[in-house]
């Protein structure tokens, strides 16, 4: 231990600074809990991360299902159920095809954050922190799966209780 004054090493117990006469400052003592509290925190963020990637696997399967079933059904491989807006209809060929690449490029993407998230979380990384929070985010709006994980997520990520516990994982 050393003098807040005059840098002056200090012997342990020593009251004052032998040089400068200061007093000497009081042992700080650890958080009582706080280990138990981390080791609590650390099981809440690794179940996160877990549900994370079922629901980046859930997403990625019921988008290729969807994906699936509407270029059959707009490709007129239902027979005369396949009637839909993009078959003979006023608007170019081209369209069609443009908005299932563009929503498939959305299931990607939106995938891929959730991977990413997932494994930020599991690694216990601070960027993996920020990403989870910014999927949570885009999630809110994917009722009602997509909207659960995202609160549950808000509540373990945000705040300064959870932001100093994530800092303190190992």
Do not use: D
Not at 4 to 16: E, K, M, N, V
Not at 21 to 33: E, L
Not at 52 to 64: D, H, N, P, Q, V
Not at 73 to 87: I, T
């Amino acid at each position: 231990m050393f003098c807040s004054g005059c840098g002056q090493a200090l012997a342990s117990g020593q009251p004052f600074c032998p040089q400068c006469g200061r007093p000497a400052a009081a042992v700080v003592p650890p958080i009582p809990g706080l280990q138990f509290q981390v080791e609590s925190y650390a099981g809440k963020v690794k179940a996160l991360s877990i549900v994370w990637f079922i629901y980046a696997a859930f997403s990625l399967l019921t988008g290729i299902a969807a994906l699936t079933f509407a270029q059959a059904f707009f490709s007129n491989h239902f027979g005369a159920w396949g009637h839909g807006p993009w078959s003979n209809g006023p608007g170019p060929e081209w369209f069609g095809p443009a908005i299932l690449h563009f929503v498939w490029v959305v299931l990607m993407v939106r995938t891929g954050l959730a991977l990413v998230a997932a494994w930020g979380l599991l690694e216990r990384t601070q960027w993996g922190r920020i990403v989870a929070i910014v999927a949570a985010f885009l999630s809110l709006l994917k009722f009602p799966f997509g909207t659960a994980l995202g609160i549950w997520t808000l509540v373990v990520l945000l705040g300064y209780r959870n932001t100093t516990l994530y800092e303190q994982l190992p």
